[in-house]
């Protein structure tokens, strides 16, 4: 060390330190000490986090430029991301062609692969034995398709999961269990979200926050915005982060958390939607549109349905209110078709035909929200045409079938309806795509709804509505639902 500091003390020179990550100390420790002590001396050094040092100047090295959706051929191919998998796939065979076609598949590889260059001249290798279409569409499985590297390039640069195993190992265990539990969100966290499903008590008192910062430093997470950022993953990352967070036996417990927190959000904006407020909470959970959804969809596929019908009741009006009303009709008849157990007279009036159908529970007033929520789009017509075009038939996210859901008003006409009741549908066509049909009748004093007692939205059933007296448990609940507009 004595005799670089003499060799370049008073020369004006360039040091180039490569790769530092993995000797981040032993690197800050050199590159002060050189500083300090050769004053004509400039460093540069590369590495996934910091040096740390006094007077160091970040350069972040950004992912190539990808072509902007909906971009014509001509510019996706001129992006740089597109231009690298050009070259490199020229390399391999001659016959790639530049038509329209080709680009566009390009461009979808250079997307779906984050414009990390790396992991375009590995997808470019493959192209040897694959057409670019062929390989657009395997990219779902990306850390196994992407493993043909250079012979002769460093073992971590081979596969794209070397790349990133090489990044997760030298990681903490803290960052590694708050990284794989990210892995959970879409459309990226809050800093209060993060906080929410990523921390417990085996951080050890680390701080989320402290931990998220480090994360960002080594350049696995991402921060967008300045008032409130938001923490994001690369897609890449947050593929491998899924795969690992699988391994840690930790996916059920994070998705329930990540769950568990929109849920208590939604509720909470809930009654702000119909206030002074109302913007700013539509804007907050604008900002959780991806995360409300996937959360809901999770809860769905899971069959957890006394979660999927509250958050299905909480984020209603948002979805009416934020122009989602389409997916919001989606989303709320695939969560009031699922099975589960019912309380009180329903539940007595069901037993009999659906007896070990049925699991979980679900109480009166969260199921009677999620079918108030189903009839308010149904009855605005959003969502009804594709419901009786569709004569049945599932939709395309699989959920279930709508054509066995009615909703109509079986009491005075001009009332709305509370007195909430399931029962099997007699078409032989409804009860093969839902095992329940809705309907109702109950009253909330001062406010008619014209035409109420008149119509049926979606498939009318066959058999006739009996009005019969709400139970005292739905009576409170409807009573004190309807006190909220007062």
């Given amino acids: 060390m004595d005799q670089l500091i003499a060799a370049v ?23 002060d000490r050189l500083l300090g002590e050769c004053r004509r001396l400039r460093i540069l050094a590369t590495s996934r986090e910091p040096l740390g040092i006094t007077g160091e100047v970040l350069w972040q090295v950004e992912p190539l430029a990808l072509p902007a959706k909906g971009a014509d051929p001509s510019e996706a191919g001129s992006s740089p991301a597109v231009r690298l998998l050009r070259d490199r796939a020229g390399l391999v065979r001659k016959d790639i062609g530049s038509d329209p076609h080709t680009l566009s598949a390009m461009a979808r590889i250079c997307r779906a692969l984050d414009g990390i260059p790396l992991a375009i001249e590995l997808a470019a290798a493959r192209l040897r034995t694959m057409s670019v ?9 990306r850390f196994h398709l992407l493993t043909s590297g250079s012979r002769t390039a460093l073992p971590r640069h081979k596969t794209l999961r070397a790349v990133v195993d090489w990044s997760w190992d030298l990681l903490s265990e803290a960052e590694r269990r708050v990284l794989r539990r990210l892995s959970v969100f879409s459309g990226g966290a809050s800093l209060e979200a993060a906080e929410r499903v990523c921390g417990d008590e085996a951080s050890a008192g680390e701080q989320v926050l402290d931990v998220l910062t480090a994360l960002i430093e080594k350049s696995l997470l991402l921060a967008d915005g300045e008032d409130a950022p938001r923490y994001r993953m690369l897609d890449t990352i947050r593929e491998y982060a899924a795969h690992r967070l699988a391994e840690a036996g930790e996916t059920e417990q994070a998705r329930r958390a990540h769950l568990a927190y929109f849920i208590e959000l939604a509720e909470t904006a ?7 407020e109302q913007l700013e909470w539509l804007a907050r959970l604008e900002a959780e549109h991806d995360n ?6 999770g809860a769905i596929a899971e069959g ?8 299905v009741g909480a984020a209603g009006w948002y979805w009416y209110l934020g122009g989602h009303r389409a997916e919001g009709t989606e989303l709320s008849i695939a969560a009031a078709s699922m099975r589960g157990e019912m309380h009180g007279e329903m539940h007595g009036e069901m037993h009999g035909e659906m007896h070990g159908e049925m699991h979980g529970e679900v109480p009166d007033e969260v199921r009677a929200m999620a079918y108030l929520i189903v009839t308010m789009f149904l009855t605005a017509g959003v969502g009804a045409t594709s419901i009786r075009r569709g004569s049945g038939s599932r939709r395309r996210t699989g959920s279930p079938s709508a054509a066995g859901i009615a909703t109509r008003c079986s009491g005075s006409s001009g009332c709305w309806s509370g007195c909430w009741r399931a029962r099997r549908s007699s ?9 329940t049909t809705i309907r109702g009748c109950a009253r909330r004093p001062g406010s008619p709804v014209a035409g109420c007692g008149s119509r049926s939205v979606a498939t009318r059933p066959t058999w006739t509505p009996t009005p019969k007296s709400p139970s005292p448990s739905s009576a409170r609940w409807v009573s004190g639902w309807g006190s909220r507009w007062r």
């Avoid at 409300?292 to 969809?297: G, M, S, T, V």
């Avoid at 957890?304 to 958050?311: I, P, V």
């Fill in 270 to 276: 809930d009654p702000h939607l119909r206030r002074a």
């Fill in 292 to 297: 409300i959804n996937a959360a809901l969809r």
């Fill in 9 to 31: 003390r008073e020369r004006a020179i360039l040091l180039i330190l490569d790769n530092c990550e993995h000797v981040i100390e032993e690197a800050a420790a050199f590159a």
């Fill in 133 to 141: 279409e062929q390989l657009a569409r395997r990219l779902d499985d």
């Fill in 427 to 435: 078409s032989p066509r409804s009860s093969r795509s839902s095992p």
């Fill in 304 to 311: 957890w349905a006394q979660e999927a019908m509250r958050l």
